[in-house]
């Protein structure tokens, strides 16, 4: 009876340590673009609040929104641009009062670092020279949003769209560009200045609207009180000073 008793206790034990340890881990969904960045901010929040660790999960923001919507676990959404979290807050995802914008990027053409052929304007694209242009997919990646937003401002898009090479995220709109897949790219400041070895950077392009990162806690998430605390450390002095070390700019 001693034995069983001791068991059981064990077993309950174990499963509460189980739980705790589940219980401390915290899971922030942030756009492609702030993978470098919140990969040396999380050590950073790690050190600031010992027992927990971050889990971070990366994509383009209609695919996190996407993941989150479906129940996927998640604490903290950063999205790199205002529309996804504008959707996320109509789905009550989050909240209104708790969405905050922590930093700021431009958007840049890119073209292979081998490459001859570095357009001066936008309008150079809509050349025979640039066949192929790495863009994300506007549906679901901000920096297709933006690009088409530009494109269409200028009465370029239909010019440039069948030559169009959709990228799933930022990144691998990068990657096509360094690996000269296609003539030219668009992406943030902040990616490209991850392969400046590989890239050239042929201009900085306005857009119609800055393009601004929101953040906010998942009310809803497993580790929700948590998750507000990593949305307040995003506004620390230690956290700037790696977004700025990335390009990032103030919101």
Known sequence: MQNRLTHTLALALAAGLSFAAQAADLTVSAAASLTNAFKDIAPLFEAA??????QLNFAASGVLLQQIAKGAPADVFASADQDTMDQAQ???LVKP?????????????????????????VADLTQPAYGKIAIGLPASVPVGRYTKGVL???RLWGAIEPKVVGATNVRQAL???????????????TDAALMADRIKVALTVPTPKP?????????????AA???KF?????????????AKYGFGKP
Do not use: C
């Open 231 to 243: 949305v307040d450390f995003l506004f620390t002095p230690p956290a700037q000073a790696v977004l």
């Open 152 to 154: 269409e401002g200028a």
């Open 97 to 121: 009062a708790q969405r905050r914008d922590f930093a700021s990027n431009r958007l840049v053409v890119i073209v292979p670092g081998a490459s001859t052929k570095v357009p001066s304007a």
């Open 226 to 228: 948590m998750g507000e």
């Open 49 to 54: 609040h010992p027992g927990t660790k971050v």
């Open 175 to 189: 990657d096509y560009v360094q690996r000269a897949e296609v003539d030219a790219g668009f992406v943030y400041s």
């Open 211 to 223: 393009i601004l990162y929101p953040v906010a806690p998942l009310p809803a998430g497993p580790n």
């Open 90 to 92: 109509a789905q009550n």
